[in-house]
Every structure is written in C-alpha cells, then in structure tokens.
Antibody, heavy 112, light 112 residues
C-alpha cells in the first residue's frame, strides 16, 4: 500500500521557521519526483515546489521561493520542507504528493 | 503557467443522477512523449485529495467504474454515471505535462 505521512506541523509566529517531514512507503521513493502542495483554509490546491529523484534539481513557486527549501533523503524514504521567514499567508495544510499519491497533510498556522 | 479552468464551480445533483465536470487548459496537455498528464482528484470534506483518474482516462485502482474521464488536447471531462452520497466533495483537475504542475479551481459537488 502506498503511504505518505507528513509530520512537523504546528503554530508559529511570523518570521519563524519550521521543518515538515514526509515519510513514504509502499513504492520506490527514489524513482519519483516529489512535490509539496498546500491548501489555505477554504481555498483550492496550490503547488509550491518539487524535487527530482536524487535531489539534484528543485523548483519552487514564486510565492515561496527563497524562503522555503525542499530536500529529500532517499535512504530514509523521506521528503522535507524547510520553511523560513514565514508569513500569515503561509497558513495552510501542506501535502506531500507524487501528484497521484497524497499524504494526509500537515497543518501550519502562522499567527502572532 | 498552464491555466486550468473548471466548470461549473458548483454542481448540485440528486443521488443516481449523472453529472459531468469540464476542465479546459490554456494550452495543449499532449506531452512530446505522447502521454497527456491530466489527472482528476476528489477531496472529500476534511480529507486529503485522492486520485480518481490519471492520464486522462485511466481509472485508479479501487475507484468505482461510475467515474470516467475523457478528452484530449485542451478539453477534458470527468463524468460520474450515477452519483452516490460518498461522491460529494470537491473535484480538481491537475496537469503535469508542463512545468510547473497546476490545478483547476475545483468543482464542488453537492446534494440537491
């Protein structure tokens, strides 16, 4: 069974940092580009970034570029999202996904 | 970026009714490798998105065959042949033919 499990969400203040993790199982993790997609409360899905199979290439949406970093550890079947300089508009549920399989999401709230 | 326009934004249906959702792309989603990377997702209330259809018309394992996808180029359709109560939620189309991946705005399926 394909499974993606995010962790690390929480409440943080504007300007703060947080690191999300996503552990994959049930498929060959290193064979897939992995993506982070977020969903603000009551809104649609927003792609925020992706990472190539071995981590050598990453691409980001303009809304988070230079503030968030995506990385992966294929030995641990784990995807990461390092969030820095967060803003209130970063409040959302963050999903890791292959664009076919989806995790349950990690909730991030940015508030003073 | 590719813009996906979903219509209608809201759909009211009775149980057993057949309905269709349209997803139109701002450019052709036919990849140079011959595949068309257009998926359909369902997000039930409080749940993460789940894959229904991939590559335009291929039914994901475990998804009921009342769901079907069709289309080519820039015009795509998701059809539900006989809505059931468990089908209620928000439907999204997503393309990954062109970078970055993009999502339609969603279609909310409600009970009439």
């Amino acid at each position: 069974e394909v499974k993606l499990v995010e962790s690390g969400g929480g409440l943080l203040k504007p300007g703060g940092s947080l690191k999300l993790s996503c552990v994959a199982s049930g498929f060959t993790f290193s064979n897939y580009w992995m993506h982070w997609v977020r969903q603000a409360p009551g809104k649609g899905l927003e792609w925020i970034g992706e990472i190539e199979y071995d981590g050598t290439e990453t691409n980001y949406a303009p809304s988070i570029k230079d503030r968030f970093t995506i990385s992966r550890d294929n030995a641990k079947n784990t995807l990461y999202l390092q969030m820095s300089s967060v803003r209130s508009e970063d409040t959302a549920t963050y999903f890791c996904t292959t664009l076919e399989a989806w995790g349950q999401g990690a909730s991030v709230t940015v508030s003073s | 970026d590719v813009v996906l326009t979903q219509t209608p934004p809201t759909l009211s249906a009775t149980i057993g009714q057949s309905v269709s959702i349209s997803c139109r792309s701002s450019q052709s989603l036919l990849h140079s490798n011959g595949n068309t990377y257009l998926n359909w997702l369902l997000q039930r209330p409080g749940q993460p998105p789940q894959l229904l259809i991939y590559l335009v018309s291929r039914l994901e394992s475990g998804v009921p065959n009342r769901f079907s996808g069709s289309g080519s180029g820039t015009d795509f359709t998701l059809k539900i042949s006989g809505v059931e109560a468990e089908d209620l939620g928000v439907y999204y189309c997503v393309q990954s033919t062109h970078a970055p991946p993009t999502f339609g705005g969603g279609t909310k399926l409600e009970l009439k």
